[in-house]
């Protein structure tokens, strides 16, 4: 197959290969093992087909760029730069989108070798074409540029390339072709941001960061709703929430909160600013987070107390995610009755809301009850079981009616919660003394499709690695939970049939 594929090349570097037997060129590189190719790939070979590129034949520039995805991944990096430079810069000026992609590709994989990395550093030219790509129609091709360009930028030598040269007056360029161009560059000032405190600096001393937080708290109510979730990716790292911090940005979202009182379109806005701090006080600390900055507790419950479905659903995962942890789940009791309320309310909208935010709510019930076995404190216990109680006057039975409703995501939903609670003994005694609970737990027959399998065999798994369900649950039922674990999520029953003589 080997020789095939090394006679079509030669023929195709011949240009005495037709469109039919680059067809079959295509297929023939499937089968053939790139490293059996590797030694006997030619420069003539990989010219010829970036020279087919050229002509104006969507076909067969489609047949050749599968054909280079192939080939082109199997050779050291060192190699493709040195040999195949001005085929790469030809391949970025393309008509054609998929061609742009494939070369963008192979420069982001030659500036991960630590060996070829110099070679495009030292070419200018390859690399402002790919800045030049972020200003593409196509997503696609700006995505791979993204791609590419913050891999660069891995390195001192490539942060130096793309900031400390007329690179950077390239990027800035690019960023006033649109509004959406200009998106996509600070979403690459985010991405190589986020590496380090190094890149972070690199950033910052370009003026780029302070453009997106001018923007950010400009008066554009839909440009603010883009930037917060850069700024909000730059907070997930510690030098990028020291760097907020430091320059005052923290103070300013906070502020703007407080001012959207009086903001008609701070609808816009407010759900990107509230799962702000949300992701903050996870990352960081949720008591430090809601006691440095009150507005955000209390704007997220009058959220979820509004009759907003939009500012209901942000509320809702902002305390799922700010209740993932003890820390969290603590200031959240610190609220009293207003939070027990609202428990009411959550499971209220979980029964009855349209089917996307009943989804959220259940979601944030599973975070909100779920308690670690090595956290599982007396004073902790007393809170889940005090909340699950608020969320309904039957709660058991409100997730129990859930999961037997034929929407495989709601019923996935419910069972979730029941996992979260599975491992507390206040629940095991729940489910034991509702009436056909555990036999509902154990039957596979109400598990139509493989996510609802994988659902339930999740709750089982709970129960059986708990440490007090043989205990609470007996010895009988104990055993079949085992045997459904040990038999795993599709099992299925073998039924015997008996042949009679005579019958047909």
């Keep these: 197959m080997a020789e095939a594929v090394v006679e079509l090349l030669e023929r195709a570097a011949r240009r005495e290969a037709p469109l039919e037997e680059l067809r079959a060129l295509r297929l023939a590189v499937q089968a053939v093992p790139p490293a059996a190719l590797r030694a006997r790939l030619s420069d003539d070979h990989l010219a010829a087909l970036f020279a087919l590129l050229s002509v104006n034949d969507r076909e067969q520039v489609s047949a050749c760029v599968s054909i280079l995805e192939r080939l082109l991944p199997a050779l050291d990096p060192l190699y493709v730069i040195q040999n195949l430079r001005e085929e790469l810069q030809k391949g970025l000026f393309h008509p054609d989108d998929s061609v742009k992609i494939l070369t963008i590709s192979q420069v982001g994989r030659i500036v991960e070798n630590s060996d070829a990395v110099a070679e495009v550093l030292n070419s200018p030219e390859l690399l402002r074409q790919i800045i030049h790509c972020i200003g593409g129609e196509k997503i696609a091709v700006a995505k791979e540029a993204i791609k590419s360009l913050s891999r660069i930028a891995q390195t001192q030598d ?20 649109s509004d959406v161009v200009r998106y996509r560059v600070y979403e690459l000032i985010v991405e190589i941001s986020s590496v380090s405190a190094d890149s972070l600096d690199y950033c910052a001393n370009s003026g780029l960061i302070s453009e997106l937080i001018g923007e950010l708290t400009g008066d554009d109510v839909l440009v603010r709703a883009t930037c917060i979730e850069m700024v909000t990716s730059l907070a997930h790292t510690p030098h990028g929430r020291q760097y907020l911090a430091q320059q005052g940005i923290i103070d300013k979202i906070s502020n703007i909160i407080v001012g959207a009182e009086s903001d008609p379109f701070s609808g816009f806005y407010l759900p990107g600013f509230v799962k702000f701090f949300g992701n903050l006080a996870v990352v960081d600390s949720p008591q430090q987070i809601c006691e440095r900055y009150p507005v955000f507790m209390e704007k997220v419950f009058e959220m979820a107390e509004s009759n907003d479905p939009t500012m209901i659903g942000v509320a809702v995962d902002t305390l799922g995610i700010l209740g993932s942890n003890i820390e969290g789940k603590q200031v959240l009791q610190k609220t009293r009755s207003r939070f027990q309320n609202l428990l009411n309310r959550i499971g209220h909208q979980a029964k009855n809301a349209p089917t996307e935010l009943r989804l959220r709510c259940l979601d944030a019930i599973s975070s909100l009850l779920y308690l670690p076995p090595e956290q599982q404190t007396e004073d902790l216990l007393r809170m889940t079981e005090s909340w699950f109680t608020s969320l309904s006057s039957q709660p058991l039975e409100l997730f129990r009616s859930i999961s037997t409703q034929p929407f495989p995501d709601l019923h ?17 005694k729940l489910m034991l003394d509702s009436p056909g609970f555990v036999e509902y737990i154990v039957d596979r027959s109400v598990e139509p499709d493989k996510a609802s399998k994988d659902a339930k065999y999740e709750l089982v798994k709970a129960l059986v690695n708990s440490k007090t369900i043989a205990e609470i649950f007996g010895n009988q039922y104990y055993l079949r939970l085992r045997a459904y674990l040990r038999e795993g999520p599709y099992y299925v029953k073998a039924v015997s049939t008996t042949a009679v003589e005579g019958a047909e």
């Design 412 to 428: 996935c939903g419910a069972l979730r919660v029941f996992t979260a609670i599975a491992n507390q003994p206040w629940a095991q």
């Design 158 to 177: 490539g942060l130096e390339a793309l900031f400390v040269s007329s690179l950077l007056s390239d990027l800035k360029n690019v960023m006033a072709i």
